[in-house]
């Protein structure tokens, strides 16, 4: 069982950035696939980044590659998401999630947070 609580939204002006943060519950959260997603109302949850237990692979939704940046630290049951160089259309409610395969799929991914808030204007 893994619980995790996301923090770091806000409002940002477009270019700008913003840190994302996962903490997490539970002491296999070194053994979980982690991924961020996002959601604006009336869309499907799109898939933004993940990162296996070790670090070692990263993986990014088209739209957000050179721009954000994916990373863990197991000793500190954290994930983050850093986020270079805002777009309006990153404007969403941003989620992180545990799972225990390598995916970009949603419903590969078990555990949930409550989500975050990130509001970029022009």
């Known amino acids: 069982q893994v619980q995790l609580v996301e923090s770091g939204g806000g409002l940002v002006q477009a270019g700008g950035s913003l840190i994302l943060s996962c903490a997490a519950s539970g002491r296999t959260f070194s053994s979980y696939t982690m991924g961020w997603f996002r959601q604006v109302p009336g869309k499907e949850r799109e898939f933004v980044a993940a990162?296996?237990?070790?670090?070692?692979?990263?993986n990014y939704a088209d739209s957000v590659k050179g721009r954000f940046t994916i990373s863990r630290d197991n000793a500190k049951n954290t994930v983050w998401l850093q986020m270079n160089s805002l777009k309006p259309e990153d404007t969403a409610v941003y989620y992180c999630?545990?799972?225990?395969?390598?995916?970009?799929?949603?419903?590969?991914?078990?555990?949930w947070g409550q989500g975050t808030q990130v509001t970029v204007s022009s």
């Open positions: 999630a545990a799972g225990t395969k390598w995916s970009f799929l949603r419903y590969e991914y078990s555990y």
């Open positions: 990162i296996t237990w070790s670090g070692a692979s990263k």
